[in-house]
């Protein structure tokens, strides 16, 4: 609940229609997703950022970082990454739901 | 306001450092930002490069920054034939990246322009006004602090993230989107031709190249659509695996079966429109940044630098008047858009009528025409080769009319 609150407030003014889409099917379904970047894989080629409409995934230091808090799970990163490395957990509320090998 | 700086270039790419080269010459105090560690490493292209774009600058182009000249190019259709086309438009290199982003960059370097690397910006300034005055910056992810300028130049390429803070519309979406991948090979042995296979199947609404380098090595990549749903992604979601398709391709060419891969990347490039607006009060977007990339090809390296110069020049004037309004930075778009903005807007028109067509017909299209056609098609005159085509099979007209109706 908190995060869907913070989303809600950091997409006061949504950026545009796609984000609202996912947001409010989001909203309905009261379903989380969590974005995991295997990292050994990346390429760092930050394609999945230029796709985010949710500048939810960045360079930090060295390697790509995925900020949930922003993201709306749309998972249009999957889509655009051509290491094929990102995944969406559909369903889990927290990382620590997910098996250590596969973050 | 004190500022440290008259204009904060982001992004030491061929844009930003040609930016920075023009900008500096006339004595402008120029700062360019990149976070990489080292001026064009990682490498995250094919390399190719038309002669005729470097030239217009009248920059000489020193041995050491290309690999190869390339005399001509060679589509293949889907069933294997080959159109070869040569002539001065299709003259050009394959260069090499690590040495030519440096070299470019050293440029502007000599002309009083300031480099560093190794340095994020994280946040774009604003004054209460909302327009951007500065960034804040990380180096080497230590501590932020400040820069200011009165002028931004967002020539971050692909990711763009400043420039979405700074309003621009840089977020991509799939289908205007390619989702590339490519190996350096070796050894391939070819005849200086960059070679252009396309083909539904083999690379859906896109194609794979063959970049010919020195010592028998080649740049062997595929790109395709963001939006194509042909493979399985991670988490069952369909998308299109680039890497998937590309070593299927190596493993039916007789020639790349057995060779040895020296660099394995990928990347994702803009193929779609422009974004709507390039500047702003205080600010502006060039090069891929502002998805200023041919929707046919992918290649951006050229209409990077040629937007720079067209930036900078306005620049140039604004400076003098000390006025870096909306209005006064217009000039810039205005004379992008009357130029090559026409140019990419017919490519991105053959793109999105290219895509309906099938394999068989492009086997068709590319039995039926000539070099020639291929050459006023890539020039925007579509009628004739159109006419040709449809002359034969008539019930493509629905959709290659779509060429003729602008
Ligand atoms: C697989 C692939 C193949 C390609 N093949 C070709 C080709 O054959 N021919 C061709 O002409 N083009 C090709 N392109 C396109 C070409 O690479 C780009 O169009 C070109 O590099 C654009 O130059 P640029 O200066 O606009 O941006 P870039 O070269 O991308 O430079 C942007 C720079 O900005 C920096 N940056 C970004 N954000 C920040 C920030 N917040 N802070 C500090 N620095 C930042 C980046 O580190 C980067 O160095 C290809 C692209 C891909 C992905
Ligand atoms: S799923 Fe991916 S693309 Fe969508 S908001 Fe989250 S990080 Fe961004
Ligand atoms: S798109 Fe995939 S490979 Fe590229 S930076 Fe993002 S996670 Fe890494």
Not at chain 2, 251 to 269: C, P, R, Y
Request: proline content about 4%.
């Amino acid at each position: 609940m908190i995060r869907l609150l913070r989303i809600l407030y950091l997409n006061v003014t949504p950026r545009n229609e796609i984000c609202l889409k996912f947001l409010l099917v989001k909203l309905q379904a009261g379903e989380f997703s969590m974005i995991t970047i295997k990292h050994d894989g990346c390429i760092l080629c930050v394609g999945c950022s230029s796709v985010c409409p949710m500048n939810a995934i960045e360079v930090v230091g060295t390697r790509m970082e995925h900020f949930p808090e922003k993201c709306i799970d749309c998972g249009l990163c999957v889509r655009g990454c051509p290491a094929n490395v990102i995944k969406l957990h559909k369903g889990v509320k927290d990382l620590k739901d997910i098996p250590k090998e596969e973050r | 306001m004190k500022y440290d700086h008259d204009v904060i270039v982001i992004g030491g790419g061929p844009s930003g450092s040609t930016f920075a080269r023009i900008a500096a010459g006339a004595g402008m105090d120029v700062l360019i930002i990149d976070k990489r560690k080292e001026i064009g490493v990682p490498v995250r292209c094919g390399e190719g490069l038309g002669e005729r774009e470097v030239i217009k600058q009248d920059l000489e182009l020193p041995k050491r920054c290309y690999s190869t000249e390339i005399e001509g190019a060679k589509v293949v259709a889907p069933n294997g034939k080959s159109i070869v086309w040569k002539g001065p438009e299709t003259t050009g290199w394959v260069l090499e990246r690590k040495i030519f982003d440096k070299w470019l960059c050293e440029l502007a370097v000599e002309k009083g322009a300031h480099v560093k690397v190794y340095t994020r910006a994280i946040e774009v300034l604003k004054d209460e006004k909302g327009r951007p005055n500065g960034v804040k910056v990380s180096h080497g992810g230590r501590e932020p602090h400040d820069i200011n300028a009165p002028l931004i130049v967002s020539a971050e390429g692909m990711e763009a993230l400043m420039a979405r803070q700074m309003g621009f519309k840089t977020v991509h979406q799939l289908y205007d989107v390619d989702t590339c991948y490519e190996y350096e090979m070796k050894p391939y042995d070819h005849e200086n031709l960059i070679e252009l296979y396309f083909g539904n199947e083999m690379a859906p609404r896109g194609y794979v190249w063959i970049f010919p380098k020195a010592d028998k090595k080649a740049n062997v990549g595929i790109g395709v659509g963001g939006n194509v749903e042909n493979g399985e992604k991670q988490s069952g979601i369909k998308g299109a695996n680039p890497k998937v398709l590309l070593d299927r391709f190596i493993e039916k060419n007789e020639q790349l079966k057995d060779a040895s891969t020296l660099l394995d990347f990928g990347g994702v490039i803009s193929v779609g429109a422009p974004i709507n607006e390039f500047v702003k009060d205080n600010c502006m977007a060039i090069g891929t940044g502002a998805k200023q990339v041919d929707p046919i090809h992918g290649g951006g390296i050229a209409l990077a630098m040629e937007s720079a110069v067209m930036a900078a020049d306005v620049v140039l004037k604004a400076h003098e008047k000390k006025d870096y309004s909306k209005d006064s930075l217009y000039e810039y778009e205005k004379t992008w858009r009357a130029g090559p903005g026409k140019k990419v807007a017919k490519r991105l028109l053959l793109r999105k009528v290219m895509e309906k067509v099938s394999d068989d017909d492009l086997n068709y299209i590319f039995n039926t025409i000539t070099d020639d056609d291929l050459k006023q098609t890539m020039d925007g005159n579509f009628a004739c080769p159109v006419a040709k085509v449809v002359a034969g099979r008539p019930q493509l007209l629905g959709i290659l009319s779509g060429l003729l109706s602008k």
